[in-house]
Nanobody, 115 residues
Framework: QVQLVESGGGLVQAGESVRLSCAASGTIFKPNGWYRQAPGKQRELVAIITLDGTIMYGDSVKGRFTISRNNAKNTVYLQMNSLTPEDTAVYYC???????????WGQGTQVTVSS
């Protein structure tokens, strides 16, 4: 079974930086994006990186967050800078396969930003 292992979350202070990682077992499903869900809000796009290298960011994180990928490790990263309490959420890794119409999701990692 495909497993997406997320790491890097935790409690941080406003203005600090955190780097999340998501490693996928196997090679069929490839991590390619991050989403987040804050308390009382719907899930929203954080960042996506496609197979051809195209990158898209959600409006609320553009200019502060950076998504990157290591193909050899089948791992995607999310560098989060200038964090604010509004970034507090559960962050979910997404993976896709050309053989599947639906993505796989990680278990989520909590990021809490204190003021």
């Amino acid at each position: 079974q495909v497993q997406l292992v997320e790491s890097g979350g935790g409690l941080v202070q406003a203005g600090e930086s955190v780097r999340l990682s998501c490693a996928a077992s196997g090679t069929i499903f490839k991590p390619n994006g991050w989403y987040r869900q804050a308390p009382g809000k719907q899930r929203e796009l954080v960042a996506i990186i496609t197979l051809d290298g195209t990158i898209m960011y959600g409006d609320s994180v553009k200019g502060r967050f950076t998504i990157s990928r290591n193909n050899a490790k089948n791992t995607v990263y999310l560098q989060m800078n200038s964090l604010t309490p509004e970034d507090t959420a559960v962050y979910y890794c997404r993976a896709n396969s050309p053989l599947s119409e639906t993505p796989k999701w990680g278990q989520g990692t909590q990021v809490t930003v204190s003021s």
